[in-house]
């Protein structure tokens, strides 16, 4: 099956700089790769997505970035406001179907005031 | 639209206990999955979906059941609750593979 590894496992940055988090996954048949921010106590939620037929797709400050041959998509976020302070999760469904998504195991990003 | 709502909120059990999670989606979406989550951890998929009648097996199912007898409703059902158990719990909804939809959660503990 597939297996997702995410990094770094907490991330510092200071409000205003930007913060990077990388995934790589394991099975070449994944077409789907979302990011999803969990809150302390609350659902994960949908940021950003990609499919394997794109590089690279951009929503205001949120970016991801695909390689298909190194398998490895990242996470780039512009101008960190402490509202961005949460737990954010890579995923990438298994066997390139409706199976389900594989999760990495989270990224804690604070935000330094 | 109310989503992806889930019940109960919270439960404690006792060892060889069981339960019903419930959980409905009113987005008319085909697919439906369970997840657990447990302490600074990524989601596992417990079992899935892909539309009424039939379900199948995510990464770790051993100790729960589900059946998906309608589009709108897809229940998880523990057997002889054990302490591996204790986790919060996660149902999620898409159309297709696109976004999945998560419910609130139940937070269960097992003691």
């Known amino acids: 099956g597939e297996n997702v590894e995410q990094h770094p496992s907490t991330l510092s940055v200071q409000e205003g700089d930007s913060a990077v988090i990388k995934c790589t996954y394991s099975?070449?048949?994944?077409?789907?790769f979302p990011w999803y921010k969990q809150e302390l106590g609350k659902r994960p939620q949908l940021i950003i997505d990609?499919?394997?037929?794109?590089g690279e797709k951009k929503d205001q400050r949120i970016a991801v970035t695909l390689n298909k041959t190194a398998k490895h998509f990242s996470l780039h976020i512009t101008e960190t406001q402490p509202e961005d302070s949460a737990v954010y999760f890579c995923?990438?469904?298994?066997?390139?179907?409706?199976?389900?998504?594989?999760f990495g195991k989270g990224t804690h990003l604070i935000i330094q005031p | 639209n109310a989503g992806v709502t889930q019940t109960p909120k919270f439960r404690i059990l006792k060892i060889g206990q069981s339960m019903t999670l419930q959980c409905t989606q009113d987005?008319?979406?085909?697919?439906m999955y369970w997840y657990r989550q447990d302490p600074g951890m990524g989601l596992k998929l417990i079992y899935y979906?892909?539309?009424?009648?039939?379900?199948d097996k995510g990464e770790v199912p051993n100790g729960y059941n589900v059946s998906r007898s309608t589009t709108e409703d897809f229940p998880l059902r523990l057997e002889l609750a054990a302490p591996s158990q204790t986790s919060v719990y996660f149902c999620?909804?898409?159309?297709?593979?696109?976004?999945?939809?998560f419910g609130p959660g139940t937070r269960l503990t097992v003691l």
């Open positions: 999620a909804s898409s159309y297709g593979v696109n976004e999945q939809f």
């Open positions: 995923a990438a469904n298994s066997l390139g179907g409706a199976d389900g998504l594989t």
């Open positions: 987005m008319n979406h085909n697919y």
């Open positions: 990609i499919r394997s037929n794109v």
């Open positions: 099975d070449s048949a994944s077409n789907y």
């Open positions: 979906s892909v539309g009424a009648g039939i379900t």
